[in-house]
């Protein structure tokens, strides 16, 4: 089965904060992603990353950054924490790049930014 | 825009009886839909996927029809159990991309 392991389930933070939100998958897969999910919108793709160093902009990538030094680990960073990214936070990985390749979540980070 | 949309945020069934639920789309490069689940406190699971070339999915209780021409597709559940209470998710993508699009999600409640 595959994992994919979010380093905090729960996280406050104060505004203007660095933050950092760390996922490990133990698959091998290429692929990576980070979304937000917030109530009546659903989740909406923040970065994603096909290989190492490599990473593309989703739909909502202002106010992020991220970082995937190794295959397995892929980060996502708010540069300065605002409230407006109080947010459930999940990464997921993926085989292929390719749409048909089912996603696999971690259990998710909430973050809260005060 | 919300090219992937649920505009059904809840819905409540007795136990046994049939779940439906419904999701519409609008970019017509889509050619891969998937349904996910997430309980509380999880991250979504992968439920069902069906591609633009069939019209239905089955596997075991979870049924997708795809409707092209309307571009809706719709989760079927029979019979609900208790068990599958949830928040459901609809996707799409197109097969050649790499990024998945989700609905705003609808919580089903199977009553027992």
């Known amino acids: 089965d595959v994992k994919v392991t979010q380093s905090s389930r729960y996280l406050v933070k104060r505004t203007g904060e660095k933050v950092f939100l760390e996922c490990v998958q133990d698959?091998?897969?290429?692929?990576m992603f980070w979304y937000r999910q917030d109530p009546g919108l659903g989740l909406r793709l923040i970065y994603f990353?096909?290989?190492?160093?490599m990473k593309e902009k989703g739909d909502i990538p202002e106010g992020y950054s991220v970082s995937r030094e190794k295959k397995e680990r892929f980060s996502l960073i708010l540069e300065s924490a605002s409230t407006n990214q109080t947010s459930m936070y999940l990464c997921?990985?993926?085989?292929w790049g390719r749409g048909d390749s089912p996603l696999h979540f971690g259990n998710g980070t909430r973050l809260t930014v005060t | 825009d919300q090219q992937v949309k649920q505009n059904s945020p809840s819905l409540s069934v007795q136990e046994g009886r049939i779940s439906i639920l419904n999701c519409d789309y609008t970019?017509?490069?889509?050619?891969?839909f998937l349904w996910y689940k997430k309980y509380p406190a999880e991250g979504p699971t992968f439920l069902i996927s069906?591609?633009?070339?069939?019209d239905k999915n089955e596997d075991g209780r979870f049924t997708v029809f795809l409707n092209k021409s309307a571009k809706h597709l719709s989760l079927h559940i029979v019979p609900s159990q208790p068990g599958d209470s949830a928040v459901y998710f609809c996707?799409?993508?197109?097969?050649?991309?790499?990024?998945?699009?989700f609905g705003e999600g609808t919580q089903l409640t199977v009553n027992p």
């Open positions: 997921a990985s993926s085989l």
């Open positions: 970019n017509s490069m889509f050619d891969y």
């Open positions: 069906i591609s633009s070339i069939k």
């Open positions: 996707a799409a993508s197109e097969t050649s991309g790499s990024r998945l699009t």
């Open positions: 698959m091998d897969h290429e692929n």
């Open positions: 990353s096909y290989d190492v160093k």
